[in-house]
C-alpha cells in the first residue's frame, strides 16, 4: 500500500473521528461511527503476510456490524418514543418533560444504546474480541 493511499485512509478515519465528536444527530452518529470504522479496516488488513491479520480484520468488521445493529435498534426506539425527534437535546427535552414512556421502557432502550456503545468501545463484558484485533495488527515503526 502506498503512502498516498495510507494517509487518505488516516485522514479520513480522522475526519469521521472529528464528526462523531460534533455529532448530535442520530444519521450524524451512525454515518460517522461507520465512516470511521471502515477507514480503519484497510490500515488493518495492510500487512497480508500472516493469517492473524484476515482473522483481526474479519472480528473488527463482523463486531463493528453487530454493534452498530444493536446501537440502531436502540436508537430506533428512542425514535419511535420522542415522536420523530433526532437531534439528541430535543430528545432529552422531550422524554423530561413529557413523560411519554415509562422507566422500564426507557431503561431497555438506553440498555441497547449502551450496548451497542459498549461494543464499540469495548470494556468489560464485550472486551473478548479486542485483544486478538490488536495481535493480529502489525504495529507501526
Not at 30 to 50: A, H, T
Not at 94 to 118: A, D, H, S
Not at 125 to 137: I, L
Request: glycine share 10%; net charge negative.
Amino acid at each position: 500500500m502506498a503512502i498516498t493511499e495510507f494517509l487518505l485512509f488516516v485522514l479520513t478515519a480522522t475526519l469521521g473521528g472529528m464528526f462523531l465528536c460534533g455529532a448530535n444527530v442520530f444519521n450524524n452518529y451512525l454515518c460517522s461511527s461507520r465512516m470511521f470504522q471502515f477507514m480503519l479496516l484497510p490500515i488493518i488488513w495492510i500487512y497480508q503476510e500472516r493469517c492473524t491479520v484476515y482473522e483481526a480484520t474479519t472480528k473488527y468488521l463482523l463486531m463493528g456490524g453487530a454493534s452498530s445493529s444493536i446501537l440502531v435498534h436502540g436508537f430506533s426506539w428512542l425514535y419511535g418514543s420522542s415522536g420523530g425527534e433526532i437531534e439528541l437535546q430535543e430528545i432529552v427535552n422531550g422524554l423530561i418533560n413529557t413523560q411519554c414512556i415509562t422507566p422500564q421502557e426507557f431503561l431497555l432502550r438506553l440498555i441497547f444504546i449502551t450496548v451497542g456503545i459498549g461494543f464499540k468501545l469495548s470494556p468489560a463484558p464485550s472486551h473478548q474480541w479486542t485483544p486478538d484485533v490488536y495481535e493480529g495488527v502489525r504495529s507501526f515503526r
